[in-house]
């Protein structure tokens, strides 16, 4: 047997804890975004995401995607992020996923981005159930995401726990005040409004838009509600709960949908032939998708919510001259319009924190506001303020922006722009 002398064998086993020690932080690093695998000169900056290409979610999945590969070429047309560590601007690359609308997927397709494709960065996925979905795997590696598609309350991100989602659409006490504040002006302005009706997909997002808009009528005292109910989200014959609401008989219907249910309200409303003089709808009846599905004639005089429109700023202008000559003419898509702010933002928060060290890009969202083409924003409690709710109609084709709201609950205000069309009341009968 050979005996090692005392200091050397100290020594000996020093050397092993240090070897190991920066083996390990190594191997850490290397599975994070801004690592130290980050820091070596790079061409090209890896984005990852999922997106629902497949699935209940796919026809604002297929915007989402879209939007950002309009936020892509954008970015690079400009040469890329600037990074202040490495000296030069670069260009950005994404790596996505179909995550076929389902959660437990998108989680696992998050995990492989980071330890597999190892990305740089992240982007969000399309909806709340998934991006709520995805949360772990951020705190897991410790990546704050700008969430865009998404609609998750103050007191839901506390409940998680989380500091690395940063919520760009607006929040649900918001957007039902905004319609309190859009019905308050309908009935100033026609006096014949009184009785008003809501449904609503059972998914968090219409939940939370249903209460809200409940709540801010009440509190406000604005027109008599005389019917409320919900349907499931996939539910294909809705036509029991309109029905119901056809016998109540309101003036103004507000028709809080999600996603592809939007379709099945929309056409079964025509089919019952009930006309409200007011018909105002979610945020799915933005998309390409609604607006191709039916003729002008049909949706004449339908109002949705939405969070842009390309009279608001001259870069939206581009950004919505882009998607048009490459897709076709988009209503000023509610996905679109969140998807550019989370773009614009994410250029910003990157080139200020002068880094990919997801840390300290998490100091600028949390810290820093941002000048943007929809106004100087920031996250107060990790949510968009103020956030913009702007009202579409369709008239003659197009979609004319008629109302907008800005402003975190309880501040939301109307906002009064040059570009704002006359609405065209009644809405038309269903031909």
């Given at each position: 047997?050979?005996?090692?002398p005392?200091r050397t064998?100290i020594?000996?086993?020093?050397?092993?804890?240090?070897?190991?020690?920066?083996?390990?932080?190594?191997?850490?690093?290397?599975?994070?975004?801004?690592?130290a695998?980050a820091q070596?000169a790079k061409d090209?900056?890896k984005i990852?995401?999922t997106?629902?290409?497949?699935?209940?979610?796919?026809?604002s999945g297929i915007?989402?995607?879209r939007?950002?590969?309009?936020?892509?070429d954008?970015?690079n047309?400009?040469?890329?992020?600037?990074?202040?560590?490495?000296?030069?601007?670069i260009p950005?690359q994404?790596?996505?996923?179909d995550?076929?609308?389902?959660?437990?997927?998108?989680?696992?397709?998050?995990?492989?981005?980071i330890t597999e494709?190892k990305?740089?960065?992240?982007?969000?996925?399309?909806?709340t159930?998934i991006?709520?979905?995805?949360v772990?795997?951020?705190?897991?590696?410790?990546?704050?995401?700008?969430l865009n598609t998404?609609?998750v309350s103050?007191?839901?991100?506390?409940?998680?726990?989380?500091?690395?989602?940063f919520?760009?659409f607006?929040d649900?006490e918001s957007?039902g005040m905004?319609?309190?504040?859009?019905v308050k002006?309908?009935?100033?302005?026609?006096?014949?409004?009184?009785?008003?009706?809501?449904i609503y997909a059972?998914?968090?997002?219409s939940?939370?838009?249903?209460r809200w808009?409940?709540?801010?009528l009440e509190?406000?005292?604005?027109?008599?509600?005389?019917?409320?109910g919900?349907?499931?989200?996939?539910?294909t014959d809705?036509?029991?709960?309109?029905?119901?609401?056809?016998e109540a008989n309101?003036d103004i219907?507000?028709?809080?949908t999600?996603a592809?249910?939007?379709?099945?309200?929309?056409a079964?409303?025509?089919e019952?032939?009930i006309?409200?003089k007011v018909?105002?709808?979610?945020?799915?009846?933005?998309?390409?998708?609604?607006?191709?599905?039916f003729?002008?004639?049909?949706?004449?005089?339908?109002?949705?919510?939405?969070?842009?429109?390309?009279s608001?700023?001259p870069?939206?202008?581009?950004?919505?001259?882009t998607?048009?000559?490459?897709?076709?003419?988009?209503p000023?898509?509610?996905?679109?319009?969140v998807?550019f702010?989370?773009?614009?933002?994410?250029k910003?928060a990157?080139?200020?924190?002068g880094?990919?060290?997801?840390n300290?890009i998490?100091?600028?969202?949390?810290n820093?506001s941002?000048?943007t083409?929809?106004?100087?924003?920031?996250f107060?409690d990790?949510i968009?303020d103020p956030?913009?709710?702007?009202f579409?109609?369709?008239?003659?084709g197009?979609?004319q922006p008629v109302f907008i709201a800005?402003?975190?609950y309880?501040?939301?205000k109307?906002v009064?722009?040059?570009?704002l069309?006359?609405?065209?009341y009644?809405k038309p009968?269903w031909s």
């Amino acid at each position: 047997m050979v005996f090692m002398p005392r200091r050397t064998l100290i020594a000996l086993v020093i050397i092993i804890i240090i070897a190991t020690a920066l083996a390990t932080y190594y191997a850490i690093q290397t599975t994070q975004p801004g690592g130290a695998a980050a820091q070596k000169a790079k061409d090209v900056i890896k984005i990852g995401f999922t997106v629902a290409l497949s699935g209940g979610g796919a026809a604002s999945g297929i915007e989402q995607l879209r939007g950002y590969e309009i936020c892509r070429d954008w970015i690079n047309s400009q040469g890329g992020l600037y990074i202040r560590e490495y000296g030069k601007k670069i260009p950005i690359q994404l790596i996505y996923y179909d995550d076929s609308s389902d959660p437990a997927k998108a989680r696992s397709l998050y995990e492989k981005l980071i330890t597999e494709d190892k990305v740089d960065l992240l982007w969000a996925p399309w909806g709340t159930s998934i991006g709520l979905a995805v949360v772990p795997v951020l705190d897991k590696y410790n990546i704050p995401v700008i969430l865009n598609t998404h609609t998750v309350s103050e007191s839901t991100i506390k409940q998680l726990g989380t500091k690395n989602i940063f919520v760009t659409f607006s929040d649900h006490e918001s957007v039902g005040m905004a319609f309190a504040l859009f019905v308050k002006k309908l009935l100033a302005d026609h006096k014949d409004l009184r009785r008003i009706a809501i449904i609503y997909a059972e998914t968090d997002m219409s939940v939370g838009h249903f209460r809200w808009t409940k709540k801010a009528l009440e509190d406000q005292g604005i027109g008599e509600l005389v019917f409320y109910g919900s349907y499931p989200v996939a539910a294909t014959d809705v036509r029991g709960l309109l029905l119901k609401v056809k016998e109540a008989n309101p003036d103004i219907l507000i028709a809080h949908t999600f996603a592809g249910d939007t379709f099945v309200v929309f056409a079964q409303l025509r089919e019952l032939n009930i006309n409200p003089k007011v018909l105002l709808m979610g945020t799915a009846a933005t998309t390409s998708a609604f607006y191709t599905r039916f003729d002008n004639k049909t949706k004449e005089g339908t109002i949705a919510w939405t969070t842009w429109h390309p009279s608001l700023h001259p870069v939206l202008k581009e950004f919505f001259d882009t998607y048009s000559n490459k897709y076709g003419y988009t209503p000023s898509n509610g996905q679109l319009g969140v998807v550019f702010l989370s773009c614009f933002i994410f250029k910003e928060a990157v080139e200020k924190a002068g880094s990919l060290d997801p840390n300290k890009i998490r100091e600028v969202l949390n810290n820093e506001s941002f000048d943007t083409p929809f106004g100087k924003v920031r996250f107060r409690d990790q949510i968009i303020d103020p956030p913009l709710i702007l009202f579409i109609q369709y008239q003659d084709g197009l979609a004319q922006p008629v109302f907008i709201a800005s402003g975190r609950y309880p501040d939301t205000k109307p906002v009064q722009i040059a570009t704002l069309a006359d609405i065209i009341y009644p809405k038309p009968q269903w031909s």
